[in-house]
C-alpha cells in the first residue's frame, strides 16, 4: 500500500485497552482508526461518540472493505473468529495477547494466519525503555546475562471493570473459558515474552507455581514462574492479581556478570517508567536514557504500520507460537491451583 496516506485501522472488541491505549497509539503512529466492531452498546456509543463507524460485528466492518488492518481486542476465546475474519478479507491483522485462550484455539488461529501478516500484541516489546535495555545487553553494558527477574501484579477484583460499565456482572477475567485461566496466562506471557527479547534468545525450561489466595474465583489470582534459556539465563516472574495497586508492582531486573539493570514502571500500558544501569565493579548507578514520551501502544502502531506496508518487523507468530505452547505445558502441569 502506498506510504503516502496513513494506515486506516479497523478494531474488533472495543474495550478497555483498545479504547484507552491502542486507540491513542494508533493516532499518535500516524494512523487513522476508521471504525470498530463490538456487539455492545456502549462501546459502540463511546466509538460513535469518537465520530468512529461502529459494526455489530466484524464481518460487517470488513465487508465495508475501507480498512488496511484489524486489531483485535476481544476476550481471550473470541480471538480466532475475528482473526479468521481478517485472513479471508486479506487484512493483515494484529491480535492481543494471549494468542487465544488455550493451546488448541492458538495453534488453529496460527494454521489460519500462516502466510498472512499477523502479529501478536505483545506491547511490552515495542516499549522504548525495554528496546534500549535489549541494546544496552547486546552491547555489554552488563556482561554475560545471568538472569531476568520480574514482578508485574495489579488487582483485579472479581467485578472490575473500567468504567464501571459491567460492575455487578463477573469480569471476563475470573472466568475460566473465557480467559483460559487467570492471572498468569494474563500477565507472564508478557514478561516471558520480553525476556527473549531482551536476551536475544528463547527459554527452553519453565515451571509454574499457582496461587488462587484472595480471591474467590475459579482461576489463578497470582502465580510464580520459574525457567531457563538455552544457554543457561535464569528466568523467574511473580505475577498476581492479588496485590494493592498502591504497592510497587512493575519492576523488571536483568542481572549480569559486569552490572545490573533495573526497570521500574515501565511494564504496563502506559509511557515512562526508568531504568537504571548498576555498575558491577563500583556500584555507581546511572540512568539509561530512553523516550519517555513514546508509549509501548504507538510503538506497536508503528510497528505493525511497517509490517502492513511490508517494510521489516520482527512479529513472529511461529515465535508466538512456541512460547505458548512452551507456557502451556508448564500451565497444565501447574493446574488445579489450589
Ligand atoms: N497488551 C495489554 O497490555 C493488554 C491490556 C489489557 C487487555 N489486553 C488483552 O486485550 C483483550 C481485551 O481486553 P480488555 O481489557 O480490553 O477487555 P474488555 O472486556 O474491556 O473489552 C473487550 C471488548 O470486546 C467486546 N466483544 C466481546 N465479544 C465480541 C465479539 N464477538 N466481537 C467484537 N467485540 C466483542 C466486548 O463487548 C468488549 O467491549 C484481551 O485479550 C486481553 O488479554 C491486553
Redesign the pocket.
Known sequence: MSDVRPVRWGI????????D?MAPGIEAAGGELVAI????A??QASAMSAGLLAHD??EAMLAAGDIDALY?????N??L??VRAAVRAGVPVLC???IAATLSQAEELATCVTGHVYGT????RHHPAHRAMADAIRGGAIGRAIAVRIVYACWVDPLW??DGA?AGTC???SDPQS?GGGAVI?LAL?GLDLAELLLGEPLDRLHIALQRRIHDYAVDDGGMLCGRTASGVLFQSHVAYNCAELLPRRRLEVLGEAGLLVATDTM??TAGGCVTLRDGRTGAETPLAFDAELS??TAQAAAFAAAVRHRPHDFSIDRDLRLMRLFDAAYQQALPCR
Do not use: C, I, M
Open positions: 474488533a472488541g472495543f474495550g478497555w485497552v483498545a479504547r491505549y466492531a463490538d456487539p455492545s456502549t462501546a460485528d466484524v483485535v481486542a476481544t476476550p481471550n473470541l480471538h473468529a475475528p492481543e495477547k494471549p500484541a505483545f506491547d511490552q471493570s473500567p459491567g469480569n471476563w477475567r480467559a494474563d508478557h504496563g500500558q509501548p501502544f
